[in-house]
């Protein structure tokens, strides 16, 4: 007879492009379980994964994190995350991905964050673009970052 401890399988969890949680394709959209999920999300050379008495793999679309909005605050680049944690941006941690997507170092730089599309039009307002050259140059306060496309 088999017991309910050998019935049970590992949940298929994955982060889509948009930073939300699935369990088996299903949308995770209960408040505790997210933030529990997102604590404690964790990355080594196999991938991303919770620990817990087992290793859980999760399938990450793009990148787990997610800028839903940015805004210059004096000297600083300052963000807010799709878990509604705030931070600053180094900018030199920003690079564009594919189709121009910025993306900067995240959570301590453990991890990387994809701007969403409103947070990279707010972004690029603070960039300057030479259209002759085809680079831009990130402002904040006094400093300038050039922005450029890295894999």
């Known amino acids: ?13 994955r982060i889509d492009v ?8 299903v949308e995770v959209t209960h408040p505790g379980v997210l933030a529990n999920l997102r604590a404690n999300l964790r990355r080594d050379p196999q991938g991303y994964f919770i620990q817990t008495r087992v290793r859980i793999p999760v399938e990450v679309d793009d990148v787990p994190w997610v800028v839903a909005r940015v805004e210059l605050s004096g000297e600083r680049l300052h963000a807010v995350l799709n878990d509604g944690t705030e931070t600053d941006v180094d900018p030199a941690t920003i690079r564009l991905g594919v189709g121009n997507v910025p993306y900067c170092a995240a959570k301590g730089g453990g991890f ?11 972004l690029l307002a603070l960039a300057n673009y030479d ?21």
């Open 1 to 13: 007879m088999a017991t309910p401890e050998s019935e049970w399988k590992l949940p298929r969890l």
């Open 18 to 25: 948009n930073g939300d949680w699935l369990d088996d394709g």
């Open 112 to 122: 990387e964050a994809r701007f969403s599309r409103a947070a990279a039009f707010q």
């Open 131 to 151: 259209e002759r050259t085809g680079e831009g140059t990130l402002r904040v306060g006094s400093r300038e970052v050039p922005l450029r496309r890295r894999a």
